[in-house]
C-alpha cells in the first residue's frame, strides 16, 4: 500500500502535473471521486471492467493509485509517478465505449428478489469487523458506491457487489449523506422494514433489487 494513503492533490500545482509522464500501461480512467481522504477512481485494467480504487490500492502489480484529481489521477509505477488521464472521445481516438448514467426513469422494472432473516441483518449490524470492512461513499455522480465489501457477509448474499452505486431506497434518491439519514430516520429502525427495493448502477445499467425481510 502506498504511503500516502490520503491522497495529495493540494500539494502539487497544475503546472507540475503537466510534467508527470502519462502512463504507457493499459489502463482506462472513466471517472473519479474526488473528496480528500475518501477519493476514488473507476479504472478498467487490461480492457477488463471498470472496478474502483482508493488512493493506496493496487491497481495492478506493482501499480498503485497515489492520488487523484478532476481530470486525471496519478499512479505510482515501480517507485515513478506517472498520469492517467481522464477517458474521453478526444483522448481516446474513437467513440466512448463508456455508458452515460441513466436516470431513475430509465431503470428496469423488475430485477432480483432474496429474503432475508431479520435475525441475521441484527447479528450482522452488532458484527464491528464485517461492518468496518464494507465501505460505502459518496458517488460523483449522485448515490453512493460499494467500494469495499467483504466475502460471505450480508452484503454480498443480498446480491451486491464492489463497485455497485445505489441511487435509491423505496424509491427515494440518495443523493448525499443527509438523503441517507433522512431515509433511515423514516424506515424508524430495522424492526419495522418488512420490504425493501433498491435500485442500483452496475457496470453503468440500472438494476432493482427487492428484498423480503422476515
Same mark, same amino acid.
Given at each position: ?9 493540494? !500539494? ?9 509522464? +502519462? ?26 471492467? !471498470?472496478?474502483?480504487? =482508493? ?7 506493482? +501499480?498503485?493509485?497515489?492520488? +487523484? ?49 431479520? =435475525? ?59 438523503? =441517507?439519514?433522512?431515509?433511515? !430516520? ?29
Amino acid at each position: 500500500m502506498s504511503a500516502h494513503l490520503f491522497g495529495r492533490a493540494d !500539494q502539487t500545482a497544475p503546472a507540475a502535473l503537466d510534467k508527470i509522464p +502519462v502512463s504507457s500501461l493499459n489502463l482506462v480512467l472513466n471517472g473519479v471521486f474526488d473528496s480528500g481522504s475518501d477519493s476514488y477512481a473507476l479504472i478498467s485494467v487490461d480492457g477488463g471492467e !471498470q472496478a474502483p480504487f =482508493a488512493v493506496g490500492d493496487q491497481i495492478t502489480n506493482g +501499480v498503485t493509485l497515489d492520488s +487523484v484529481y478532476a481530470d486525471r489521477v496519478i499512479i505510482v509505477r515501480d517507485g515513478k509517478r506517472e498520469s492517467l488521464l481522464m477517458y474521453s472521445d478526444e483522448n481516446s481516438g474513437g467513440t466512448s465505449s463508456v455508458p452515460p448514467l441513466p436516470t431513475a426513469s430509465a431503470a428496469a422494472s423488475s430485477g432480483n428478489s432474496f429474503d432475508i432473516s431479520r =435475525a441475521q441483518v441484527e447479528r450482522q449490524l452488532r458484527n464491528p469487523g464485517i461492518m468496518a470492512r464494507a465501505r460505502i461513499v459518496p458517488y460523483g455522480g449522485g448515490g453512493f458506491m460499494i467500494s469495499s465489501i467483504p466475502p460471505n457477509s450480508l452484503f454480498t448474499k443480498a446480491g451486491l457487489r464492489r463497485g455497485d452505486i445505489i441511487k435509491s431506497v423505496n424509491g427515494e434518491p440518495l443523493n448525499n449523506y443527509s438523503d =441517507a439519514m433522512q431515509m433511515m !430516520q423514516s424506515m424508524g429502525g430495522i424492526n419495522n422494514v418488512q420490504q425493501l427495493d433498491i435500485e442500483i448502477l452496475r457496470h453503468g445499467r440500472p438494476r432493482h433489487l427487492h428484498y423480503n425481510i422476515r
